[in-house]
T-cell receptor
Framework: EAQVTQNPRYLITVTGKKLTVTCSQN?????MSWYRQDPGLGLRQIYYSMNVEVTDKGDVPEGYKVSRKEKRNFPLILESPSPNQTSLYFC??????????????FGPGTRLTVL | GENVEQHPSTLSVQEGDSAVIKCTYSDSASNYFPWYKQELGKRPQLIIDIRSNVGEKKDQRIAVTLNKTAKHFSLHITETQPEDSAVYFC???????????FGGGTRVLVKP
């Protein structure tokens, strides 16, 4: 089954404790992206990757890191989480037509709470 | 960068009526405009999209119109049903072609 998976689905942590949210897709998509969803603010892009070893900042990259060592995986790293990073996070993948994203296939989401 | 504004933020309609959601974008070179539907507790899913070389696209009860001159596009849902209740997001792909910018979302409630 074609899908995007994320783990964990729910996470409660404390300020400053490093964490990683994993994302994996099995559709051989070139483009992968991380979004955070907050009430009234829609989906805001954190980082994206056009292909292996190619990553770039989205609109709200502060406090986050990513890596793209393999085509299927795109982990999101919070080196020192803070309460303002409490949010619902979505990973998405897309075939890259003309170099950019097209239909985004979203993962199930990760609800993160930082105390 | 691209800026997308979406209105209204909430919309309540009677079952069978039409619903219209409007979005404006800032980058005149944007060329791809998708709409996503997110049901409660679920992930966003694409329901329809339009490219800048087309003015209108329909899929059953859903249609999207694009006005490039005015830099706005709209989602039209006809004969609304309770299962249309969800949050809808518009998005635009900017000139650089490497990212999607989403609107703030519209919560649609269809009352039976």
């Amino acid at each position: 089954e074609a899908q995007v998976t994320q783990n964990p689905r729910y996470l409660i942590t404390v300020t400053g404790k490093k964490l990683t949210v994993t994302c994996s897709q099995n559709m051989n998509h070139e483009y992968m992206s991380w979004y955070r969803q907050d009430p009234g603010l829609g989906l805001r892009q954190i980082y994206y990757s056009m292909n292996v070893e190619v990553t770039d900042k989205g609109d709200v990259p502060e406090g986050y890191k990513v890596s793209r060592k393999e085509k299927r995986n795109f982990p999101l790293i919070l080196e020192s989480p803070s309460p303002n990073q409490t949010s619902l996070y979505f990973c998405a993948s897309s075939p890259a037509l003309a170099g950019g994203p097209n239909e985004q296939f979203f993962g199930p989401g990760t609800r993160l709470t930082v105390l | 960068g691209e800026n997308v504004e979406q209105h209204p933020s909430t919309l309540s309609v009677q079952e069978g009526d039409s619903a219209v959601i409007k979005c404006t974008y800032s980058d005149s070179a944007s060329n791809y405009f998708p709409w996503y539907k997110q049901e409660l507790g679920k992930r966003p899913q694409l329901i329809i999209d339009i490219r800048s070389n087309v003015g209108e696209k329909k899929d059953q009860r859903i249609a999207v119109t694009l006005n490039k001159t005015a830099k706005h596009f709209s989602l039209h849902i006809t004969e609304t049903q309770p299962e249309d209740s969800a949050v809808y997001f518009c998005a635009a792909k900017g000139a650089a072609g490497n990212k999607l910018t989403f609107g703030g979302g519209t919560r649609v409630l269809v009352k039976p």
